[in-house]
C-alpha cells in the first residue's frame, strides 16, 4: 500500500511473480537517497558480472544463489545481506527460485 508519506508491502515474495526461465525486475522505491529494486529470478537465471556507480546492498528474501563479490565466491540464503561498495565487480547466479532486494545507496 502506498500513501504520500510511505510504502507498506506486507509480503514481499507474493510481490515477486518469478518468471519461468526469466529474471523479473520491478522498482519499489526511488528517491534523492534511495532506489530499491525487486529481482526475482528463476531457477539457473544470472546477473552476469557488472558494477554498480554507487555503493549498494543485496538482501536475498528467498531461495538460494551463487554470489560473485570483487574476487570471492559466496553462498546466499534467505537472509544473506551484503553490503558492496561503489564499483565493485559482483554477479548473482539463481540456485533455486530466488527473491532479491537491490538497494542503491545514492546520498
Not at 518468471?19 to 534523492?32: A, F
Not at 537517497?33 to 554498480?52: G, M, P, Y
Request: proline share 5%; charged share 20%.
Amino acid at each position: 500500500m502506498t500513501n504520500e508519506n510511505y510504502l507498506h508491502i506486507l509480503d514481499l515474495v507474493a510481490e515477486a511473480d518469478i518468471p519461468k526461465e526469466g529474471i523479473l525486475t520491478r522498482s519499489l522505491h526511488n528517491d534523492d537517497q534511495t532506489k530499491v529494486i525487486l529481482f526475482a529470478f528463476d531457477t539457473d537465471q544470472e546477473l552476469s558480472e557488472h558494477t554498480a556507480s554507487m555503493p549498494a546492498i543485496l538482501h536475498i528474501v528467498k531461495g538460494d544463489a551463487d554470489l560473485t563479490l570483487g574476487e570471492d565466491s559466496k553462498a546466499a540464503q534467505a537472509g544473506t545481506w551484503v553490503h558492496m561498495p561503489a564499483n565493485l565487480p559482483h554477479s548473482v547466479m539463481a540456485k533455486t527460485p530466488l527473491v532479491m532486494l537491490l538497494y542503491l545507496l545514492k546520498g
